[in-house]
Nanobody
Framework: QVQLVESGGGLVQPGGSLRLSCAASGFTLNRYATGWFRQAPGKEREGVSCMRSSDGNTYYADSVQGRFTISRDNAKNTVNLQMNSLKPEDTAIYYC??????????????WGQGTQVTVSS
């Protein structure tokens, strides 16, 4: 069946880095748009980044621009999110999701279970 699984979360100090991975099973992830989202307790869910398949265009929230990088690893059927210069405000559960119409601005069809990222000293 179609499944997305996030991994790579953990506890880091401010200024540190983490690399998240979104692994797909049941379909080829690089054929579809894949986005990263995050939600902190008591906060609204927000979009973080997205990558389209057809043209490779990437999108980033203003709050992470220049610090986060989305990429694909086709050999592993994953989409990754490299997070550098992490801030306490980045603390959240991070989710990946896939749009089967390859549209970063549309609704997302499948979601992973999330991975916790905590940035604290």
């Amino acid at each position: 069946q179609v499944q997305l699984v996030e991994s790579g979360g953990g506890l880091v100090q401010p200024g540190g880095s983490l690399r998240l991975s979104c692994a797909a099973s049941g379909f080829t992830l690089n054929r579809y748009a894949t986005g990263w989202f995050r939600q902190a307790p008591g906060k609204e869910r927000e979009g973080v980044s997205c990558m389209r398949s057809s043209d490779g265009n990437t999108y980033y929230a203003d709050s992470v621009q220049g610090r986060f990088t989305i990429s694909r690893d086709n050999a592993k059927n994953t989409v990754n999110l490299q997070m550098n210069s992490l801030k306490p405000e980045d603390t959240a559960i991070y989710y990946c999701a896939t749009n089967f119409l390859d549209d970063c601005s549309g609704g997302y069809d499948y979601w992973g279970q999330g991975t916790q990222v905590t940035v604290s000293s």
